[in-house]
Antibody, heavy 124, light 110 residues
Framework: QVQLAESGGGVVQPGGSLRLSCEASGFDLSRFGMHWVRQVPGKGLEWLAHTSYDGSFGYIGDSVRGRFTASRDNSKNMVFLHMSGLRAEDTALYYC?????????????????WGQGTMVTVSS | QSVLTQSPSASGTPGQRVTISCSGSYSNIESNALNWYQQVPGAAPTLIIYDNNQRTSGVPDRFSASKTGTSASLAISGLRSDDEATYYCASWDESLPGPVFGGGTKLTVL
């Protein structure tokens, strides 16, 4: 069964750092780009970051550029979101999501598998 | 403020047909595929429409979608109570570059 499972969320102080993990199972992670999307409870979806199928490149959203980066370890079926300089407005549920289509240059917003999310709360 | 614009709410009665709209610009909707997600409370979003009008596996043909220029729409016919959810449109935006989402339309089945 194709699944994604996020972990690593929690409470962190403003200015702090956190690394979120996303474990993939049931499919060949090395073929697919992966994304991080967050959602403030009761609000909409915000795309944050992408890592290409092999980790050689990625895209990053304006609101987190310079503070967040996405990476991956295909040998361990893991994707990561490294977050630093955290702010109160980063408080949200963080999802990892899989590109629907495999390939080198997939430029799309079709994510066919999502994890259940991990909650990050930035508070002193 | 979302890059793609959706009405915040929509409603209909069982059996009715409802349409949810999404508007954007040349750099996103007009130039790239438009996708639709359904999110029920407490759950992660699920992809229901990809590449403008293609239903994902298991999505009933009551759901249909179209795109023209910088606008897109999702239509749900034969409305059912379990269609009650928030629906998001999403597209790649070449100006960022990266995916962008609409603000979501909460569909209520009366």
């Amino acid at each position: 069964q194709v699944q994604l499972a996020e972990s690593g969320g929690g409470v962190v102080q403003p200015g702090g750092s956190l690394r979120l993990s996303c474990e993939a199972s049931g499919f060949d992670l090395s073929r697919f780009g992966m994304h991080w999307v967050r959602q403030v409870p009761g609000k909409g979806l915000e795309w944050l970051a992408h890592t290409s199928y092999d980790g050689s490149f990625g895209y990053i959203g304006d609101s987190v550029r310079g503070r967040f980066t996405a990476s991956r370890d295909n040998s361990k079926n893991m994707v990561f979101l490294h977050m630093s300089g955290l702010r109160a407005e980063d408080t949200a549920l963080y999802y990892c999501a899989k590109d629907q289509f495999a390939g080198v240059a997939v430029v799309d917003a079709a994510f066919d598998v999502w994890g259940q999310g991990t909650m990050v709360t930035v508070s002193s | 403020q979302s890059v793609l614009t959706q009405s915040p709410s929509a409603s209909g009665t069982p059996g009715q047909r409802v349409t949810i709209s999404c508007s954007g610009s040349y750099s996103n909707i007009e130039s790239n595929a438009l996708n639709w997600y359904q999110q029920v409370p407490g759950a992660a979003p699920t992809l229901i429409i990809y590449d403008n009008n293609q239903r994902t596996s298991g999505v009933p043909d009551r759901f249909s979608a179209s795109k023209t220029g910088t606008s897109a729409s999702l239509a749900i016919s034969g409305l059912r109570s379990d269609d009650e959810a928030t629906y998001y449109c999403a597209s790649w935006d070449e100006s960022l570059p990266g995916p962008v989402f609409g603000g979501g339309t909460k569909l209520t089945v009366l």
